[in-house]
């Protein structure tokens, strides 16, 4: 529930189709999901490279960057993992509003946190990109050591060891990274884009 009161939401002069057509392009929200070491920050920063090539107004707001700022009070409790989320939901729809392309790069491992994002957008504009990869690669990969950290006990509540990951009913895209590559991720993502007239 909200502790502000006596606000009014301010309706801006310029629209969010104004914006849209003074780009060229339509705005969105990459919302990419999946465990750690799946890839997601490699493939959404592929994208966002991609998208800039194009000319393309577009950003990327990653997980462990969040947390060096806006989100650097939150640990990683249900709780705080929840408010993560719904912060990260606002800030990408300012992003939308304004006309963007935001890709963001979360283990977001609660389906009904990312339920609730996705109710802060209109038809079209949240995109969940599910990067599906198996449990025992994400361990093989393992870039930051974590999943070592986590069986030793060392960090605990750690998504896929003692914290669950309900994977996505209804993502718009899935991809297999073990079995698809960065460039062919980015083809698929961009295909997707194009036939939704977004790009």
Same mark, same amino acid.
């Given at each position: 529930?909200?502790?502000?009161?006596?606000?009014?939401?301010?309706?801006?002069?310029?629209?969010?189709?104004?914006?849209?057509?003074?780009?060229?392009?339509?705005?969105?929200?990459?919302?990419?999901?999946?465990?750690?070491?799946?890839?997601?920050?490699?493939?959404?920063?592929?994208?966002?490279?991609?998208?800039?090539?194009?000319?393309?107004?577009?950003?990327?707001?990653?997980?462990?960057?969040?947390?060096?700022?806006?989100?650097?009070?939150?640990?990683?409790?249900?709780?705080?993992?929840?408010?993560?989320?719904?912060?990260?939901?606002?800030?990408?729809?300012?992003?939308?509003?304004?006309?963007?392309?935001?890709?963001?790069?979360?283990?977001?491992?609660?389906?009904? !946190?990312?339920?609730?994002?996705?109710?802060?957008? @209109?038809?079209? *504009?949240?995109? /969940? =990109?599910? +990067?599906?990869?198996?449990?025992?690669?994400?361990?093989?990969?393992?870039?930051?050591?974590?999943?070592?950290?986590?069986?030793?006990?060392?960090?605990? !509540?750690?998504?896929?060891?003692?914290?669950?990951? @309900?994977?996505? *009913?209804?993502? /718009? =895209?899935? +991809?297999?990274?073990?079995?698809?590559?960065?460039?062919?991720?980015?083809?698929?993502?961009?295909?997707?884009?194009?036939?939704?007239?977004?790009?």
């Amino acid at each position: 529930m909200s502790k502000s009161t006596n606000i009014t939401w301010h309706e801006t002069t310029i629209t969010k189709q104004d914006r849209r057509a003074q780009n060229g392009h339509g705005s969105c929200t990459l919302w990419f999901t999946g465990l750690s070491g799946s890839g997601k920050s490699t493939i959404a920063n592929a994208v966002s490279n991609e998208l800039f090539r194009l000319g393309i107004h577009e950003y990327v707001l990653d997980g462990d960057n969040i947390r060096h700022g806006l989100n650097k009070d939150l640990g990683f409790s249900e709780h705080d993992r929840t408010e993560n989320i719904r912060r990260i939901g606002e800030v990408a729809k300012l992003f939308v509003d304004s006309g963007n392309i935001v890709t963001t790069a979360f283990i977001s491992p609660f389906r009904s !946190d990312r339920d609730q994002v996705r109710a802060l957008f @209109e038809e079209g *504009e949240f995109i /969940e =990109i599910f +990067i599906n990869c198996p449990i025992d690669e994400c361990e093989r990969r393992d870039p930051k050591q974590l999943y070592a950290k986590a069986r030793r006990g060392e960090i605990k !509540d750690f998504t896929g060891i003692d914290s669950p990951y @309900e994977a996505p *009913e209804k993502a /718009e =895209i899935i +991809i297999d990274s073990s079995k698809v590559t960065v460039d062919g991720a980015v083809e698929q993502i961009l295909n997707y884009l194009k036939g939704k007239n977004i790009i």
